[in-house]
């Protein structure tokens, strides 16, 4: 076994007097020992070549670090009021100053809790088919323990080109960037809900297709996930007044090893059941709230500790009867869309948490 866990922290001595035997293909007087670099695993090599351990969205271990978006002034656009359904926009009138107080404040209350918050930029404001919005959103699809996963857009056209502003970011904080999104595959941030370390819920719809899930699912398998139910989601197709969703986290978010949110309407029966048939207990979001404050679309800072739209009080309520703490935040100032805590939050390292084989399953 190497003398040095990360030597560049580690070894303070001059480089003359550095140890061979510290690197691990070494055989004093031998060309390296190439078959016992070819059994270490990447996941082991992170910290020692990136620095830091990362995996913010793999499991519901106490969350330590994420990534805010700073909205750019552009955010206010005239432009974007020519079709607001278009441009998924729930107001009339864009606040840019209110939306930057409503992260400002949501910041505070993460490094309150003792999350570090990293703030990214754009340095583009222009995609692939004309400027951006919405790009105070959380990007990436998720933060695994090797790194991150980038997306590949369906939702819409106005955000596709906000990625070379996330390989700038993620390479700036030393993140490996393990996989993009490629070909006719669409998968993007809020189709994966982790519900333990081992076990992530993954969405099927206008944001997920068969091809950018598979091209993700081969990762998260690689990096030690072992369970990837698949929720089928709902319609959405001349309005919203009907309902749809475009991601899972607005209709499940878990506060709890073995306990969710759910908005049942928005969730399809056979990704209800598998997780019931695991031991899952879930609490049902009315109806009135949804459309307000998508209560589901929240943050787990621990299990059993979570961060939700204060002006969800009947959920809250609900949630808090099920032995959970509820941290509550004026969602007032973000909600600038169809969008909720989670969708503007880059999850990028968590504590490891519990597995799927600690939630014990009902008896039948």
């Known amino acids: 076994m190497p003398i040095y866990q990360n030597p560049r922290r580690e070894y ?19 060309p390296p020992r190439t078959e016992r670099l070819a059994n270490i695993h990447f996941n082991d090599e992170v910290e020692r070549i990136w620095g830091f351990r990362w995996g ?33 926009l729930r107001q009339s009138t864009f606040d840019l100053d ?13 490094e309150s809790e003792g999350v570090r918050v990293r ?12 400027p951006m919005r919405k790009m105070f959103m959380g990007g990436a699809i ?83 996930v072992t369970d990837i139910p698949v929720a089928h989601y709902t319609t959405i197709h001349d309005s919203f007044e009907s309902g749809g969703e475009f991601h899972v986290d607005m209709f499940f978010g878990v506060v709890d090893l073995g306990v969710a949110v759910i908005y049942p309407a928005a969730m399809d029966y056979q990704a209800y059941k598998w997780l019931a048939e695991r031991g899952f207990r879930f609490i049902e979001v009315p109806p009135d709230e949804q459309r307000l404050f998508c209560p589901a679309n929240l943050v787990i800072l621990e299990p059993g500790k979570v961060i939700m739209a204060a002006g969800a009080k009947e959920t809250i309520r609900r949630v808090r009867d099920a032995g959970v703490k ?39």
């Open 326 to 364: 509820v941290l509550e935040l004026d969602t007032s100032g973000i909600m600038a869309g169809t969008n909720g805590i989670r969708c503007v939050t880059t999850h990028l390292v968590r504590d490891e948490g519990p597995s799927l084989s600690d939630l014990r399953r009902p008896s039948i």
């Open 142 to 224: 998720c933060t695994l323990k090797g790194g991150v996963i980038l997306p590949r857009y369906g939702q819409n056209s106005f955000i596709r080109g906000r990625n070379p502003n996330f390989q700038k970011f993620f390479a700036s904080i030393n993140c490996p960037i393990l996989h993009q999104v490629h070909g006719l595959g669409i998968c993007e941030s809020g189709v994966f809900v982790p519900f333990a370390e081992n076990a992530i819920l993954a969405g099927l719809g206008s944001t997920s297709n068969e091809d950018g899930l598979e091209q993700v699912r081969q990762v998260m398998l690689r990096n030690g």
């Open 12 to 30: 303070q001595g001059p480089l003359e007097d550095y140890p061979l035997e510290n690197y691990p293909d070494y055989e004093p007087g031998k």
């Open 119 to 130: 703030w990214m930029e754009y340095a583009d404001t222009w995609g692939g088919y004309g």
């Open 56 to 88: 913010g969205d793999q499991g519901i271990g106490r969350l330590r670090e994420v990534a805010l978006i700073r909205p750019h002034e552009q955010e206010a656009s005239p432009l974007w009021q020519k079709d607001p359904n278009f441009f998924l």
């Open 98 to 110: 209110r939306l930057n107080r409503g992260l400002e404040e949501y910041a505070s209350l993460l």
